[in-house]
């Protein structure tokens, strides 16, 4: 399969961007938004699929609340090697829900990360924030 590449901030007032995988894992550039990110696997995984699958340290997703869902598979690779980046709040503060049937390997690349759901059936959770003075 392809490469997500989805951008949706031309409009300074967007709902977002919400998008499902049918079949395999959801390979995931760069999702960018004004407002909201919802992405669902039915029967795969949301993977970085930058530099060839090997990812980078940069935001995948940038959109201010974030929906994560991955059936049948995790969030970030199943090795724990090379997690999914997002900056959540983008705009404005928002959250985070995140859910696998296997594993997550997830990492807030700037500012406060409002959790709501963490939740892997199956396997690890690994969530990263890389650095807030925020409290909270």
Sequence with gaps: GGVLNAFDFAAPVTDGVFLTETTGDMKI????????????????????????????????????????KAANGSIGAT??????????GWQHTST??????????????????????LEAERGDIRFTVRESALAG
Excluded: P
């Design 29 to 68: 550039d760069s999702v960018t938004t004004n407002g909201d990110a919802s992405l669902v696997t039915r029967n795969g995984s949301l993977v970085d699929a930058r530099n060839g699958g090997a990812g980078d340290d940069l935001a995948n997703i940038l959109a201010n609340t974030i929906d994560l």
């Design 79 to 88: 090795s724990g090697l090379n997690d999914l980046e997002m900056n959540s």
């Design 96 to 117: 985070i829900a995140a859910e696998a049937t296997e594993s997550i390997f997830l990492t807030e690349t700037a500012g406060a990360a409002n959790v709501v759901l």
